[in-house]
């Protein structure tokens, strides 16, 4: 079976003027930044997917952000409208890479979405309603999704930035939540898991096929999901988060049919 992938894109010269909603700006060392991503590409490689990672580009702050910019399902890929406009002009590399893999389908305006907007678990698909995301996005979802059998559920988001801030699928039907930011008896087909209270930022978990990468700010979260026997491997994202960023947003994960 050939190695899925993982899209990543090197993080932009601007980042330290990237969007911000929920943080106060603070100087981001574009060096440190550089690093901590290469690390994150280094636990994605070592889990077995193939890294493609497409050129920083100095005149998008956010471009590290991949995840944002589409979304990936078996049957195709949907490519996103992103909510905050200096993102929008992303999409097309990110597209290309996508094109030699799935058919892809857009969002159309007026709907904007980001793809930290999208939780998919199994077939059910679990869209965030956030600064980023409206109501004309979760229709657009559930038109393309429903015919090919998902489900598409709209949440509530409130007190983040993105859906998965605050809910990460990290096993099979088993959630990472934090609960002051979302109804969590809206996932009451799954198992959850709370973030500790002291580590509100720390529902955001990457599930790769053999390892949880997990960002090394949260231990008492840590603990909780490695007491529950997830494999976890730890990851410095200090810089990232400065750019209101975590773990899944960094890659984009394409697996093979
Ligand atoms: C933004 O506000 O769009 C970026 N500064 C952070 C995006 C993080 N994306 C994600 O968590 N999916």
Redesign the pocket.
């Known amino acids: 079976m050939p190695s899925p992938l993982a899209i990543t894109r090197a993080v932009s010269s601007a980042i330290a003027s ?4 929920h943080l106060e700006r603070v100087p981001i060392d574009v060096t440190v930044a550089r690093a901590q991503h290469q690390q994150y590409e280094r636990a994605l490689a070592e889990s077995g997917y193939i890294v493609e990672r497409l050129d920083a580009d100095a005149s998008l702050p ?1 471009s590290v ?1 991949v ?2 910019i589409a979304v990936v399902f078996d049957e195709l890929a949907i490519l996103t409208r ?1 909510g ?1 406009e200096s ?1 929008r002009a992303e999409t097309a590399p990110v597209a290309a890479v996508l094109a030699r893999h799935r058919r892809c389908e857009t969002i159309q305006a007026p709907a904007t979405i ?3 907007d999208v939780l998919v678990a199994g077939r059910r698909v679990f869209v965030g309603r956030s600064s ?1 995301t409206n109501d004309a996005a979760v229709v657009q979802m559930e038109r393309l999704l429903q015919p090919i059998g998902y489900s598409v559920t709209a949440v509530t988001v409130d007190g983040c ?2 859906l ?2 605050a809910v990460t699928v990290v096993d099979e039907r088993l959630l990472l939540v934090n609960p002051e930011w979302i109804d969590v008896d809206t996932f009451d087909d799954f198992d959850v898991i709370a973030v500790d209270p002291g580590e509100p930022m720390a529902a ?1 978990a990457l599930r790769l096929r053999d390892r949880i990468v997990f960002p090394s700010a949260f231990p008492a979260t840590a603990q909780r999901l490695a007491r529950r026997g997830l494999r976890l491997q730890t990851v410095d994202a200090s810089e990232l988060t400065k ?4 773990v ?2 960094c890659s984009l994960i394409v697996e093979h049919r």
């Open positions: 990237c969007e911000l909603t956010d952000f995840e944002d992103p905050a993102r980001d793809g930290g980023r930035l993105h998965k801030s955001n750019a209101e960023g975590a899944t947003c």
